[in-house]
Nanobody, 124 residues
Framework: QVRLVESGGGLVQAGGSLSVSCATS????????MGWFRQAPGKERQFVAGISRIGADLYYADSVKGRFIFSRDGAKNTVSLQMNSLKPEDTAVYYC?????????????????WGQGTQVTVSS
């Protein structure tokens, strides 16, 4: 089993940058497919970016491609999401998630472990 704890986030103006990080404990972060999801009020949880357990392939949602950067640090057992050129529509609670499946999947039901979430607010 793995425990996930997010940090970072906050409030930024449109066009600015923020980063969120997720620390894992219990098992090495490389043992899981890791993903970042977000959920805005009244909306479904949405895949943002992820890295596969097998092959370490990176995937991004089209809405963040070119603006967000996903990274994984095996030594520190953390994953991070650097968010640049932020837009008001990026406002949401951002969640870190871990899956035992070998490949990244944008379906939140494939992820067994979740962090508590961290708020990201982008003002216009």
């Amino acid at each position: 089993q793995v425990r996930l704890v997010e940090s970072g986030g906050g409030l930024v103006q449109a066009g600015g940058s923020l980063s969120v990080s997720c620390a894992t404990s219990g098992r090495t972060v490389s043992a899981y497919t890791m993903g970042w999801f977000r959920q805005a009020p009244g909306k479904e949880r949405q895949f943002v970016a992820g890295i596969s357990r097998i092959g370490a392939d990176l995937y991004y949602a089209d809405s963040v491609k070119g603006r967000f950067i996903f990274s994984r640090d095996g030594a520190k057992n953390t994953v991070s999401l650097q968010m640049n050129s932020l837009k008001p529509e990026d406002t949401a609670v951002y969640y870190c998630a871990a899956s035992i499946y070998p490949s990244t999947n944008d379906d939140p039901r494939q992820y067994s472990y979740w962090g508590q979430g961290t708020q990201v607010t982008v003002s216009s």
